[in-house]
């Protein structure tokens, strides 16, 4: 059975969707902005990495889940030369055994945020 999950730590969605669905053990988040205080963190990708990676962090703990237990995230940059900056951000994240991964550059993302990370979990 399918379960909304809708984290309070996590700036509200911004459109018609939420911040992740359940499905048995499963969790597939939808994509966290570098959104803090409802709007886009200041600075340029250092910055927004960090953010949209706190806000998927809030969005897998009000799923039971960490980032220990996700098995793929997608990663949207708005320009692929911010490759090598958001690696060193995403290493702090995701320390040993980390997650299979895709990364690549899209022509925009909403509110001119310079990163979107989406992931598929487990609860623990």
Partial sequence: MKR?????????????YSHANAFGAMIFTSGQLPVSEGKIVSGGIIEQSKQ?????????????ADMT??????CYLADINDFAAF?????TFFKSDCPARSCFAVKDLPLGALIEVEAIACRK
Avoid: C
């Fill in 4 to 16: 909304v999950i809708n984290a309070k730590q996590a700036p509200e969605a911004i459109g018609p």
């Fill in 52 to 64: 949209s990676l706190l806000n998927l962090q809030y969005v897998l703990k009000a799923a039971h």
């Fill in 69 to 74: 237990t996700v098995v793929k995230t997608t």
């Fill in 87 to 91: 690696n060193e951000v995403y290493k």
